[in-house]
Nanobody, 125 residues
Framework: QVQLVDAGGGSVQAGGSLRLSCAASGDTYSWYCMGWFRQAPGKEREGVARIYTGSGNTYYADSVKGRFTISQDNAKNTLYLQMNSLKPEDTAMYYC??????????????????WGQGTQVTVSS
Protein backbone atom coordinates (compact mmCIF):
# COMPACT_ATOMS: atom_id res chain seq x y z
CA GLN A 1 0.00 0.00 0.00
CA VAL A 2 1.41 3.34 -1.06
CA GLN A 3 1.57 6.24 1.31
CA LEU A 4 2.68 9.83 0.66
CA VAL A 5 3.67 11.85 3.72
CA ASP A 6 3.91 15.62 3.44
CA ALA A 7 6.06 17.62 5.83
CA GLY A 8 7.85 20.94 6.19
CA GLY A 9 5.02 23.42 6.48
CA GLY A 10 5.00 26.20 9.04
CA SER A 11 4.50 29.89 9.68
CA VAL A 12 6.80 32.47 8.14
CA GLN A 13 6.80 36.16 7.40
CA ALA A 14 6.42 37.50 3.89
CA GLY A 15 9.67 37.19 1.99
CA GLY A 16 10.69 34.09 3.89
CA SER A 17 11.32 30.56 2.67
CA LEU A 18 10.12 27.05 3.40
CA ARG A 19 11.01 23.64 1.99
CA LEU A 20 8.26 21.05 1.77
CA SER A 21 8.97 17.36 1.42
CA CYS A 22 6.87 14.39 0.37
CA ALA A 23 8.13 10.93 1.26
CA ALA A 24 6.69 7.92 -0.54
CA SER A 25 6.56 4.59 1.27
CA GLY A 26 5.00 1.19 0.82
CA ASP A 27 4.63 -0.56 -2.50
CA THR A 28 6.36 2.11 -4.53
CA TYR A 29 7.80 1.99 -7.98
CA SER A 30 8.55 4.60 -10.55
CA TRP A 31 5.94 7.29 -10.68
CA TYR A 32 5.17 8.83 -14.05
CA CYS A 33 4.85 12.32 -12.62
CA MET A 34 4.42 14.06 -9.28
CA GLY A 35 3.09 17.43 -8.30
CA TRP A 36 2.28 19.91 -5.58
CA PHE A 37 -1.17 21.39 -5.08
CA ARG A 38 -2.52 23.85 -2.55
CA GLN A 39 -5.92 24.75 -1.17
CA ALA A 40 -6.82 27.87 0.75
CA PRO A 41 -10.02 28.05 2.84
CA GLY A 42 -13.04 28.59 0.64
CA LYS A 43 -11.05 28.08 -2.57
CA GLU A 44 -10.60 25.24 -5.00
CA ARG A 45 -7.48 23.09 -4.98
CA GLU A 46 -4.86 24.73 -7.20
CA GLY A 47 -1.96 23.07 -9.00
CA VAL A 48 1.38 24.66 -8.12
CA ALA A 49 4.15 22.64 -9.76
CA ARG A 50 4.69 19.37 -11.57
CA ILE A 51 7.68 17.19 -12.45
CA TYR A 52 8.01 14.24 -14.80
CA THR A 53 10.01 11.77 -12.76
CA GLY A 54 11.80 10.25 -15.73
CA SER A 55 12.97 13.37 -17.58
CA GLY A 56 12.90 15.85 -14.71
CA ASN A 57 10.86 18.22 -16.84
CA THR A 58 9.07 20.75 -14.66
CA TYR A 59 6.13 23.09 -14.95
CA TYR A 60 4.95 25.87 -12.65
CA ALA A 61 1.78 27.83 -12.22
CA ASP A 62 2.24 31.50 -13.13
CA SER A 63 1.55 32.49 -9.54
CA VAL A 64 4.71 30.76 -8.27
CA LYS A 65 7.02 30.83 -11.27
CA GLY A 66 10.46 32.14 -10.35
CA ARG A 67 9.82 31.68 -6.62
CA PHE A 68 9.14 27.96 -6.18
CA THR A 69 11.26 25.00 -7.28
CA ILE A 70 10.08 21.39 -7.48
CA SER A 71 12.70 18.66 -7.28
CA GLN A 72 13.05 14.95 -6.54
CA ASP A 73 15.44 12.55 -4.89
CA ASN A 74 14.74 9.21 -6.49
CA ALA A 75 17.06 7.32 -4.15
CA LYS A 76 15.01 8.54 -1.19
CA ASN A 77 11.62 8.37 -2.94
CA THR A 78 11.14 11.97 -1.90
CA LEU A 79 9.67 15.00 -3.64
CA TYR A 80 10.51 18.56 -2.58
CA LEU A 81 9.09 22.04 -3.05
CA GLN A 82 11.46 24.90 -2.25
CA MET A 83 9.42 28.04 -1.69
CA ASN A 84 11.18 31.40 -1.65
CA SER A 85 9.93 34.99 -1.50
CA LEU A 86 6.73 33.78 0.11
CA LYS A 87 3.68 36.02 -0.02
CA PRO A 88 0.57 36.09 2.19
CA GLU A 89 -1.43 34.78 -0.77
CA ASP A 90 0.67 31.61 -0.67
CA THR A 91 -1.06 30.68 2.58
CA ALA A 92 -2.78 27.32 2.09
CA MET A 93 -2.68 23.63 2.85
CA TYR A 94 -0.14 22.08 0.50
CA TYR A 95 -0.50 18.53 -0.84
CA CYS A 96 1.83 16.36 -2.86
CA UNK A 97 0.35 14.05 -5.45
CA UNK A 98 1.54 11.27 -7.73
CA UNK A 99 0.45 9.60 -10.92
CA UNK A 100 1.58 6.07 -11.77
CA UNK A 101 0.80 5.62 -15.44
CA UNK A 102 1.20 7.69 -18.57
CA UNK A 103 -1.28 10.23 -19.81
CA UNK A 104 -1.88 13.81 -18.83
CA UNK A 105 0.11 15.33 -16.03
CA UNK A 106 -1.41 18.75 -16.36
CA UNK A 107 -2.06 20.34 -12.98
CA UNK A 108 -5.58 19.13 -12.46
CA UNK A 109 -6.37 17.15 -9.32
CA UNK A 110 -8.20 14.49 -11.31
CA UNK A 111 -4.98 13.60 -13.15
CA UNK A 112 -3.32 12.31 -9.96
CA UNK A 113 -3.91 8.97 -8.21
CA UNK A 114 -2.26 9.31 -4.80
CA TRP A 115 -2.21 12.17 -2.33
CA GLY A 116 -0.38 13.20 0.80
CA GLN A 117 -2.24 14.28 3.90
CA GLY A 118 -1.24 17.92 3.50
CA THR A 119 0.99 20.35 5.35
CA GLN A 120 -0.07 23.88 6.33
CA VAL A 121 1.83 26.92 5.12
CA THR A 122 0.98 30.27 6.66
CA VAL A 123 2.62 33.49 5.47
CA SER A 124 2.08 36.66 7.48
CA SER A 125 2.54 40.19 6.18
Amino acid sequence: QVQLVDAGGGSVQAGGSLRLSCAASGDTYSWYCMGWFRQAPGKEREGVARIYTGSGNTYYADSVKGRFTISQDNAKNTLYLQMNSLKPEDTAMYYCAARRSGGSCSLRATNFDYWGQGTQVTVSS
